[in-house]
């Protein structure tokens, strides 16, 4: 999302190589995760997804979608290419 394309878009400014690994469905548009930066996505039934919504008192955030529970990041999910 939002603070991983931010973080991604800094580190190349700096002259560092980028490498993001994400556990995502099939319904994700990981488009713009993609180049310049190297994108290697965990498969999983469905995406974690934040649905933002407004009301008077300003924003709330609400979970609208889980990941699938049986898939959690480690070293192990981070590919040849994207180790130093």
Do not use: M
Not at 2 to 17: D, I, M, Q, T
Not at 21 to 43: I, M, S
Not at 45 to 64: A, I, M, P
Not at 79 to 84: G, S
């Amino acid at each position: 999302g939002g603070a991983v394309s931010y973080a991604a878009v800094v580190a190349k400014a700096l002259g560092l190589r980028t490498c993001i690994v994400t556990v995502a469905g099939p319904d994700a548009d990981l488009a713009v995760l993609g180049p310049p930066h190297a994108l290697h996505v965990v498969p999983a039934s469905s995406t974690l997804t934040f649905e933002h919504s407004y009301n008077w008192y300003g924003k709330e955030r609400q979970l609208r979608v889980t990941a699938n529970p049986g898939v959690t990041l480690s070293r192990a999910h981070v590919p040849r290419y994207c180790q130093r």
